[in-house]
């Protein structure tokens, strides 16, 4: 009798990526939120940067994850000007949603 082995076929994460539509898609829209988050990343005050976080991109609808209450309240004063440069910049954002993390997630 012959026990099942593991294949020793190893895949680099490109390879798997590239094996798979839905883990391609699942990179391309991290990489999108990614970039996002890079075209306002100078609009957001220095002291706020380390609590914001990019998050899924959905339907033209963009989550930034941020890391506490205060932080969230200041940000969503400057939705407008997130919002117009990621428009100039052509990202395909329509609108931007805020989510507080809680701690342990």
Known sequence: MTANRPSRHTFSLEQAVGAAP????LQERIRASALCLN????????SLQRQVQAGPIEDGE?????????????????LPALQQEL?????????????IQTQGR
Not at 22 to 25: D, G, K, N, Q, T
Not at 39 to 46: C, G, N, S, Y
Not at 87 to 99: M, P, Y
């Open 22 to 25: 839905s883990l391609a898609a």
């Open 39 to 46: 075209q306002v990343r100078h609009l957001i005050p220095a």
């Open 62 to 78: 963009w989550c930034l994850l941020v890391g506490s209450a205060a932080a969230s309240t200041k940000l969503r004063q400057m």
């Open 87 to 99: 428009t100039q910049n052509g990202a395909q954002v329509t609108s931007i949603r805020l989510k």
